[in-house]
């Protein structure tokens, strides 16, 4: 079964906009954590925000927030106010432990945005 | 720091040839992964070291793949024969392995390597 789903492959939003980006994931441990990553055409991977299990409050970064729903299992990006900037693809991840007491992400497949002027 | 650092950016050889990756980690990091991207199958983790010593190599496709890290500044990956179907951009990441590091253990990527088998 995959452990993160992101079921948009692809997203348009207008310059200015709000954009939520989707997140759904599966684990049976009480202690994960979340991670949301960009990569832009240019091809390296940039870490945007994350959110523990045990975090009370969603987690902002600037215009980058996380719609964290733990009973749905949900781990939403919003980013607000799109810039043509934010065209990229963007990889929601789940890290769970694993025997030894390492952390170890799994990736989902990615959400293809596109912010058009 | 200069972050996590690769070589070569990109790699075009011909079917049959052995290619290295090379990757530096970001010093202090005890933990580095080897990942392959494409668009078939996303991005999957090959392979990834603690403290210099394999962990958990599941995830290398076939013998043709092997992976060392000899110190704990620097790591291969290496492919022989390489396929054409090895085409991929392969990642080399590495982060701390206690929360009194990267904030949230998260993982910082290098550039990747964009290798193409001919």
């Known amino acids: 079964a995959q452990k993160i789903t992101q079921t948009q492959p692809g997203m348009f939003v207008q310059e200015k906009e709000a954009v939520t980006l989707d997140c759904t994931y599966d684990t049976s441990d009480p202690s994960y954590g979340l991670f949301w990553y960009k990569q832009p055409s240019s091809g390296e991977m940039i870490f945007l925000i994350y959110q523990g299990s045990y975090d009370q409050q969603n987690a902002t970064e600037g215009r980058y927030s996380l719609n964290f729903q733990k009973a749905r299992k949900s781990a939403n990006l919003v980013i607000s106010a799109s810039q043509l900037g934010d065209s990229a693809m963007y990889f929601c991840?789940?890290?769970?432990?694993?025997?030894?007491?390492?952390?170890?992400?799994?990736f989902g497949r990615g959400t293809s945005l596109i912010v058009h002027p | 720091d200069a972050g996590v650092i690769q070589s070569p950016r990109h790699e075009v050889t011909e079917m049959g040839q052995e290619v290295t990756l090379r990757c530096k980690p970001i010093s202090g990091h005890d933990y580095l992964f080897w990942y392959r991207q494409t668009m078939m199958r996303g991005l999957e983790l090959l392979i990834y070291?603690?403290?210099?010593?394999?962990?958990?190599d599941s995830g290398m496709p076939e013998d043709r793949f092997s992976a060392k890290m000899p110190n704990a500044s620097f790591s291969t990956l290496k492919i022989q024969p390489s396929e054409p179907r090895d085409s991929a951009v392969y990642f080399c990441?590495?982060?701390?392995?206690?929360?009194?590091?990267?904030?949230?253990?998260?993982?910082?990527f290098g550039p990747g390597t964009r290798l193409t088998v001919l």
């Open positions: 990441a590495s982060r701390t392995g206690t929360s009194g590091g990267a904030p949230y253990n998260e993982q910082f």
């Open positions: 991840a789940m890290r769970e432990p694993q025997w030894g007491g390492s952390y170890i992400p799994t």
């Open positions: 070291f603690n403290n210099n010593v394999p962990i958990d």
